[in-house]
């Protein structure tokens, strides 16, 4: 599953049965905030102990998990942080958890976003930005095929949604450039990506998003 675990946010991972909403604000300066809400079914920790590790927690995001990465980042700091179980459409229970983060600067968040440093990336452009992020990485194939058709199965219905709030006008591009069942706002000062989970992960290419600003 390690393949095919998304961009992680801070001690979240992006993987199945899993509903993100990542609502991001740059400032000039750098600065800014991270409205984050995720949405876990309790599918995801049945599915976890597929491989026997029934003693390990399928999604490590309370709020003591925020906490330790908060002291672990300087310039980062937890403002807002709830939880609460709910029932979905369908009748399952969902945990639907809402963490707000701020941020001194831009190193902060790409720390939080990803600590291995592989996933998301900023670089200067002249006077712009470039923000890459690499949700899907699929370079190293499918070592379980059978689990990977059950995670997309049981992911339909939970989305994927990154939306940047930033100080100027921008452009958002998916690699590829062609993904037909995303949403996208890919041009102004608000730009935003949508996807489901299932589709997400049938993409066999695997998929970056780049933001320009």
Same mark, same amino acid.
């Given at each position: ?8 946010? $801070? ?20 600065? $800014? ?60 229970? *969902? ?9 001194? *600067? ?10 291995? $440093? ?22 190293? $194939? ?72």
């Amino acid at each position: 599953m390690k393949r095919y675990l998304l961009l992680s946010i $801070g001690a979240v991972f992006f993987s199945s049965c899993l509903g993100v909403s990542a609502d991001i604000t740059i400032k000039a300066d750098g600065s $800014g905030k991270i409205a984050l809400e995720y949405r876990v079914s309790q599918a995801l920790e049945s599915i976890g102990r597929l491989d026997g590790n029934e003693k390990m927690p399928a999604v490590p995001a309370g709020r003591i998990d925020f906490e330790r990465t908060v002291s672990r980042i300087p310039g980062l700091k937890l403002s807002r942080y709830s939880s609460k179980e709910i029932r979905s459409d369908s009748g399952s229970k *969902d945990l639907v958890t809402k963490v707000t983060l701020d941020f001194k *600067d831009t190193s902060a968040l790409l720390a939080f976003l990803d600590s291995t $440093g592989s996933r998301a990336a900023m670089v200067q452009e002249g006077q712009g930005a470039l923000l890459r992020l690499n949700l899907l990485d699929t370079s190293d $194939g499918v070592s379980n095929p059978d689990l990977l058709s059950l995670l997309r199965e049981v992911s339909n219905g939970y989305e994927l949604g990154i939306t940047l709030n930033l100080p100027k006008n921008a452009v958002l591009t998916t690699i590829p450039a062609s993904i037909p069942p995303a949403k996208l706002v890919s041009g102004g000062k608000k730009v935003s990506f949508t996807m489901d989970m299932g589709e997400l992960l049938s993409l066999k290419d695997g998929l970056t998003l780049e933001i320009r600003w």
